[in-house]
């Protein structure tokens, strides 16, 4: 069976966010990930026990996670993908971030070895 493209993988990451579901977002990606987001505390996460505080410290800020793909660019290998997506996120005590932003995405062995986030920030 095919290892799942990275863009399959960051669909994946998208619907376990959604569900709030911990186990499952830290199990798509490798014990060695590199996420480097500049909305967490730690900005550049290395390895599963910096991600896995980073998504404690996101599942806990955060009351509803939503990102709506505008568009993505895969490698011919489908192993690395460029998505655009508008970000529309709940706050805990309802306050509304709508944002866009890119991630870059990489991956390794059926799971996501790098995520990284832009915004288009002044």
């Given at each position: 069976m095919p290892q799942p493209s990275a863009l399959e993988l960051a669909?994946?990451?998208?619907d376990a966010l959604?569900?709030?579901?911990?186990?499952?977002?830290?199990?798509?990606?490798t014990e060695d990930c590199v996420c480097v987001d500049p909305h967490y505390p730690e900005i550049e996460m290395r390895g599963r026990a910096a991600f896995d505080r980073g998504m404690e410290w996101g599942l806990g800020s955060i009351e509803q996670f939503g990102f709506s793909i505008v568009q993505a660019f895969e490698s011919d290998d489908r192993m690395n993908v460029a998505i655009e997506v508008d970000t529309h996120h709940v706050l805990k005590g309802g306050k509304r971030l709508d944002f866009p932003q890119v991630f870059i995405v990489e991956a390794r062995a059926g799971h996501i070895a790098s995520l990284?986030?832009?915004e288009p920030y002044r």
């Open positions: 669909h994946a990451l998208f959604a569900g709030r579901d911990q186990a499952e977002i830290g199990g798509l990606y990284r986030a832009y």
